[in-house]
């Protein structure tokens, strides 16, 4: 995908502070941090949001997920994490290539406020 952000950083175009890479993903820092630790994990192929996962994604998604529980411990997210996955305008995503943010360090707020 040509001009999807999220591609260009992963072929090197837009630079990016990267956590991680092999041949199929790629994890960096988010450019702007909710808390002390905020870096996200995306698939190398270009997959608009979770909602245009298939079957033959699968493998790949659950590598990713494996892998997000080793990053955030390797940046020192020991004590826990949070993993968020935006999905679509309804989902609050902003870029539509997929991707995992993982979140921690200092004080994780709850989730959702409610009321
Ligand atoms: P979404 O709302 O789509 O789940 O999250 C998109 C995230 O991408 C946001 O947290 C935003 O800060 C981050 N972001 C947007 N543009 C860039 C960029 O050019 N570089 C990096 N590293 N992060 C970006
Ligand atoms: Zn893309």
């Not at 630079?15 to 808390?35: Q, S």
């Not at 997959?47 to 994604?57: G, I, N, P, Y």
């Not at 902003?94 to 200092?106: A, D, K, N, P, R």
Request: neutral net charge.
């Amino acid at each position: 995908m040509g001009d999807c952000l999220f591609c260009k950083i992963s072929r090197g175009e837009i630079p990016c502070r990267k956590v991680y890479e092999d041949d199929e993903v790629l994890a960096f820092h988010d450019i702007n941090p909710v808390a002390p630790v905020h870096f996200m994990l995306i698939p190398k192929l270009h997959l608009a949001s979770l909602a245009e996962a298939e079957d033959v994604h699968a493998s790949l998604l659950g590598r990713m997920l494996v892998l997000a529980s080793r990053l955030a411990r390797e940046q020192g997210l020991e004590k826990g994490f949070r993993t968020v996955i935006n999905t679509g305008k309804g989902g609050g995503q902003e870029v539509f290539h997929f991707h995992i943010h993982i979140i921690g360090g200092g004080n994780i707020p709850p989730m959702v406020r409610r009321g």
